[in-house]
Structures are given as structure tokens and as C-alpha cells.
């Protein structure tokens, strides 16, 4: 069983960064998919990026050229940096790995 951990969420500036980290742990297999999605209140979840093992990639159209997603397979941690953060990216962001496993969330608020 896969477990994954979020950190690196807070309270940012609109224009500010952040960069949010997705640690898995338990039995990691070395072929996967790692995404990460985000869920404002009263909408519905989305995908935000998608990084594979290969370290293909891919971005919702609304975040593209602003969050870039990475990994680190010695250290079994997915990252999402996120540049260029307006109110509208305000959300709880989730990590996900290969459609199944699902970590507990880390808040994003971009305010002023």
C-alpha cells in the first residue's frame, strides 16, 4: 500500500509562488503516474499536471506556463511549482498516484 504525504500549501500574494511537495511512501513501484489536482469550494475536482515515471508530462490549460511539475525518484517525492499564483488558483491541492491513491490535501490561498 501506497501512502502519500502533501506539504509546501499557505497563504501567498496574487503574482507569488509556491511549491507544493507530495512524499510517497509503503510499496513504490517504479513505474507510475503522479498527478496533482486541486478542488476550490464549491466546485468540482480538477486535474492540475501529470508527471509519468518516464517524466513525460502534462499541464491543465489554465495553469500551463505558470506550474511546472517534477520528481525525484530517489526520494519518491513529486513537486509542483507554481509561479504567477492568482486568487483563482486558491484551492486544496491533492496529490494523486496512478488514478488509486490519494493524499490528504494542502491548502493554497492567493490573496492580498
Known amino acids: 500500500q501506497v501512502q502519500l504525504v502533501e506539504s509546501g500549501g499557505g497563504l501567498v500574494q496574487p503574482g507569488g509562488s509556491l511549491r507544493l511537495s507530495c512524499a510517497a511512501s509503503g510499496r513504490v513501484f517504479s513505474i507510475y503516474v503522479m498527478g496533482w489536482y486541486r478542488q476550490a469550494p464549491g466546485k468540482q475536482r480538477e486535474l492540475v499536471a501529470t508527471i509519468t515515471n518516464t517524466g513525460s508530462t502534462k499541464y491543465a490549460a489554465s495553469v500551463k506556463g505558470r506550474f511546472t511539475i517534477s520528481k525525484d525518484d530517489a526520494k519518491n517525492t513529486a513537486y509542483l511549482q507554481m509561479n504567477s499564483l492568482t486568487p483563482e488558483d486558491t484551492a486544496v491541492y491533492y496529490c494523486?498516484?496512478?488514478?488509486?491513491?490519494w493524499g490528504q490535501g494542502t491548502q493554497v490561498t492567493v490573496s492580498s
Open positions: 494523486n498516484r496512478d488514478g488509486i491513491v
